[in-house]
């Protein structure tokens, strides 16, 4: 007799899940027959008479559709962190050009302060010795 029961007990798939869809309409639509408010996995599979287990083995639609009504969709937030990583990656690109941009400059103001110390040492020698004259230039001589 219990193989009978199971026998009868047994539906196919799509008819599971219509089962599973309709509980989670009547949840979301506050006419659950078990009393759940509440949309999870756990009070669809409550309301439909199976295991949660069974949804996330054999439903992932179901699973998703739920995640999706509870607005923690796993495709939804793929996509928010897909294009945040996008974004990202575009703003890293920006910074590692500024950062070039940025060294070639200090690379040219090290070459005109090495330049500018040298002068300086040549002019504080001249100032610093007594027997150094200076000698007009071409432009004041003109």
Sequence with gaps: MKSKDKVANYKSAEAREKDLRLAL???????AHTGETKVTIA???????ISTALIHNHYPKIAEAVREAQGRSSRAARDVKHQDLIAERKK?????????????????????NEVLLDEIRVLKAKASDSKVVDLPSKKTLG
């Design 25 to 31: 309409y009547r949840i979301q639509k506050g006419r």
């Design 43 to 49: 009070a669809v599979a409550r309301e439909a008479g």
């Design 92 to 112: 890293s690109a920006e910074h590692r050009q500024e950062i070039e941009e940025l060294r070639a400059k200090v690379a040219a103001l090290a070459s005109i």
